[in-house]
């Protein structure tokens, strides 16, 4: 098992990889779905996993991570634990502007098991960004491709004057403080 | 013993039985051996698939102590899947309770543990659904339960459920003292956001607060908006009471005795003849789309009407919303026109709904940018202007958020928004201007200088985004236009709107809008900095002439800022020394021997009206106009008075901006020209 780390491998040519972490495989399935189905100008690969550490038999074929992103429904405390737990198997410098977190299941206020306070303070904990998202709606389902995809444009260098700590810290929050 | 049929849960009926009662009080707690167990144990499934059971043996009671005692020793989380032992107990606990309910004793146990934390949700409310007395609840365990409530372990829906419960079994609480004490704890946790707004109790409370304050001690949320609207001189208070219109009637010789729907109104003639008996809807949504009720509304300074459309609206935006409850996604159409109408209501009334305001505030942070999207971000508009401090996490902060991790036409309706954000605050301060009293107006206590810190906050605010959403975008032409549109209103601040409040284009903004490829983008510069001239000079003059009543002035730093500026643009356009002599500290100034490594040819001339990139299509054209047979384009022929024919041809070609510009700012005497500078006063 191996720490997951942003610089240990060289970046290839015009193409950036996001891995999306989360317990529910058919949410995954639906956003990566989606997040290929856009127009993009770079080569993608998505990775998906239920939880971090990542086997470490399959490290040296893995390209470099660009952007992690954590998958969290409202739902289940078991997805909030799961990503809970994953967080520390990741190397430190992950967290300056390459991790986000996506909570889904906001659109069922009356049924959620977790607190927006837990999830916001996840966010502020680990100084990424929290995005909310109903990945059941087609349309939003889009929405937020295009949001990830901006980000991973970033993330992976792509947009030249903007690194992903300078995004990161634009999206900061004050609620919390 | 009472039974009775429970509509709050509908799940159980009530049965309690003396006997099973005399049972649980005297039945030995034994314990036998193994095997005598494991017999009771399928006789205990044998009388769970008989419906309505009244055995009450000894080996339930055995079974019903085993899952108590389990339920009173958890201290550690335990999930209920994959856990036999956890839900043979809630079973069983679930069974003896339906049959004959649960003694105090075991009420408290449960309570306590569903209300912990220790286990999972759906567990807890599997708890708390099956808490049906078989005598009576004691207050102790109720007391014990409301302190679990403030320790605050417990999730949002676990809580409410309780309550629910609470209400329901209120009867058959022994004692209640103790529980009248706590009263203000519940109605505290009515305003909680984590129990759901409930707003129809809270708008029901508030009501009877109006009617009767000295029953309702509480203090419930007044976050009303004083209308400042205009008062109808000596109108009679019978249009305000239609029952007391209707008694009128009674003895009104002359009129019908009913009373006429406002629904029917037409024309001017059927109100002037019906204006004493006048029914208005019951439904207090419908003023939204009648006109003539909405000025009802602004007249008549009736709380409870203003209470009324509060509570009602922000209970109908929070319950249509389409991104916080899924189910709603098939109505998203009825919603933004729902949505709509509030906007054009907004409009016609010219100020914001506070309830709207609220909702905004609390789902923006939630929002996927997506659902609805023209009309949310058409509401924002219409936020009511407060301090930027109060704005800032909840409104801003989202938005950029936002805003930056979107596609480019979300970034241009973005800008635009706040186009309109900052043109109504300005217009609504140019209406504060002319009221003496500015608490009125605004439902903070603020004074004009702070309303005023709190435009310019937000335009640095939007110049912040601009210049970052300039550099994501690689300064998109489409959205330069955009953000050059906004500064073309803000120069204007002080001669359109009378206001004092300057304040200028960060450099983010203004650097590449000046060395920008396109002429669209310099030419909207170069206006804009023709406004912004005007407006400090007339500002000087009026400061002379001791014109303004404010006796507010520009600082220094704006003229300073606004010097550097002028420096680089002249620098740029005419003088070609711009990369030499520019002093603006995050400006273009390049040191000479950087300089000299860009091997421009004849540097201190190559940049100006005829090389600027933007400009240079122009200069070819006319080139080719003037000198048709000569195929080198030689620009250094452009001089002398083939210069002025230049500019003329420029002028022609649409560029007015550029031609204010450099009629103002350039003071072409004789060949050296020399920039009009403006000193602060």
């Not at chain 2, 009674?250 to 001017?268: K, R």
Request: glycine letters at 4%.
């Amino acid at each position: 098992m191996s720490l997951v780390k942003p610089f240990d491998k060289l970046p290839t040519l015009n193409s950036a990889a996001i891995l999306l972490v989360g317990t529910d495989e058919s949410q995954q399935q639906q956003l990566a779905e989606a997040i290929l189905k856009e127009k993009k100008i770079f080569k993608i690969n998505i990775h998906v996993a239920t939880s971090l550490p990542l086997p470490a038999e399959r490290d040296h074929i893995r390209p470099r991570i660009d952007l992690i992103v954590f998958m969290i429904n409202m739902q289940s405390k078991h997805s909030l634990r799961n990503v809970e737990a994953s967080l520390s198997h990741m190397d430190a410098n992950f967290f300056l502007g390459k991790v986000c977190f996506l909570i889904t299941g906001v659109g069922r206020m009356n049924h959620c098991s977790v607190e927006m306070n837990a999830v916001r303070k996840l966010g502020n904990l680990y100084c990424s960004p929290v995005l909310f998202c109903e990945l059941e709606s087609e349309g939003i389902r889009v929405a937020t491709a295009q949001r990830l995809l901006r980000m991973l444009q970033i993330c992976a260098g792509h947009v030249p004057g903007v690194s992903a700590l300078f995004f990161s810290s634009l999206m900061k929050s004050s609620i919390d403080e | 013993m009472q039974q009775r049929e429970n509509a709050k849960n509908p799940k159980q009926a009530l049965q309690v039985r003396q006997s099973s009662l005399s049972a649980w009080q005297i039945g030995a707690r034994t314990a036998g051996p193994k095997t005598v167990h494991l017999k009771s144990a399928q006789k205990h499934e044998k009388e769970k698939q008989q419906s309505a059971s009244e055995q009450a043996g000894s080996s339930t009671q055995n079974h019903l102590e085993q899952a108590l005692t389990y339920f009173e020793r958890v201290k550690d989380y335990i999930p209920l899947r994959k856990n036999e032992v956890l839900q043979k107990h809630l079973a069983t606990v679930e069974s003896i309770a339906l049959q004959r309910g649960l003694s105090p004793e075991g009420l408290n146990v449960l309570l306590n543990v569903a209300l912990s934390g220790h286990l999972a949700d759906t567990v807890n409310s599997r708890i708390l659904k099956c808490l049906i007395p078989a005598s009576v609840i004691a207050e102790s365990s109720v007391v014990s339960a409301v302190s679990w409530l403030c320790v605050g372990k417990c999730s949002g829906s676990t809580q409410l459920l309780f309550l629910r419960w609470l209400i329901a079994m209120f009867d058959f609480i022994d004692h209640k003292e103790k529980l009248h004490a706590l009263y203000g704890f519940f109605f505290c946790s009515l305003q909680d956001e984590k129990l759901g707004m409930q707003p129809h109790l809270q708008a029901l409370l508030s009501l009877y607060k109006l009617f009767c304050p000295e029953l309702v001690s509480i203090t419930l949320p007044a976050k009303m908006k004083v209308r400042n609207g205009l008062i109808l001189p000596a109108c009679s208070t019978d249009t305000n009471n239609p029952a007391r219109s209707k008694e009128i009637n009674h003895v009104d010789i002359l009129s019908h005795s009913e009373s006429f729907p406002v629904e029917q109104l037409h024309t001017f003639s059927q109100l002037l003849q019906n204006i004493h008996r006048l029914e208005f809807p019951s439904q207090m949504g419908s003023v939204l789309r009648n006109s003539l009720l909405l000025h009802y509304i602004n007249c008549v300074k009736d709380e409870s009407i203003y209470l009324r459309l509060y509570y009602w609206m922000g209970q109908t935006l929070q319950e249509e919303c389409t991104w916080y409850k899924l189910d709603n996604q098939q109505y998203e159409e009825e919603f933004k026109d729902f949505l709509d109408i509030v906007y054009k209501t907004e409009c016609f009334l010219q100020e914001g709904f506070s309830s709207c305001e609220e909702f905004l505030y609390k789902s923006l942070p939630l929002w996927d940018g997506f659902c609805c999207r023209s009309q949310i971000l058409r509401l924002v508009s219409w936020i009511p202007l407060s301090s930027f401090s109060e704005m800032k996490p909840h409104l801003c902060e989202p938005l950029a958020q936002l805003f930056f991790t979107s596609s480019l036409y979300f970034k241009v309706i973005q800008v635009l928004l706040s186009f309109c954000l900052t043109l109504l605050c300005i217009l609504k301060l140019m209406s504060c201007v002319n009221v003496v009293c500015f608490s009125d107006c605004c439902s903070r206590n603020t004074t004009l200088s702070g309303l005023l810190n709190s435009v310019a906050e937000l335009i640095h605010f939007v110049g912040w985004i601009s210049t970052v959403a300039l550099r994501l975008e690689n300064n998109a032409t489409f959205l330069m236009y955009f953000i050059l549109d906004f500064y073309e209103t803000v120069c204007d601040v002080y001669l359109k709107y009378n206001l004092p409040l300057l304040v200028m284009p960060p450099p983010g903004v203004f650097y590449p809008a000046l060395l920008s490829m396109d002429s669209v983008s310099l030419n909207q510069l170069c206006y804009i900095m023709y406004r912004y001239r005007t407006n400090l000079v007339a500002a000087k003059e009026n400061e002379l002439i001791k014109k303004t009543i404010l006796q507010f002035k520009f600082s220094s730093q704006t003229y300073q800022e606004y010097n550097q500026y002028i420096m680089a643009m002249v620098g740029c356009l005419w003088t070609s020394s711009a990369f030499q002599k520019d002093i603006h500290p995050q400006g273009i100034r390049l040191d000479p021997e950087v300089l000299k490594k860009t091997r421009v040819q004849e540097v201190r001339s190559s940049f100006n009206i005829v090389h600027h990139p933007a400009l240079m299509g122009y200069a070819i054209l006319f080139l080719q106009q003037a000198w048709p047979e000569d195929k080198t384009l030689n620009f250094n022929l452009i001089k002398g008075r083939r210069w002025n024919w230049y500019l003329e041809y420029l002028y022609m070609q649409g560029l007015q901006g550029l031609k204010l510009f450099i009629e103002s700012s350039i003071n072409r005497v004789s060949q050296p020209c020399y920039i009009l500078i403006l000193t602060s006063p």
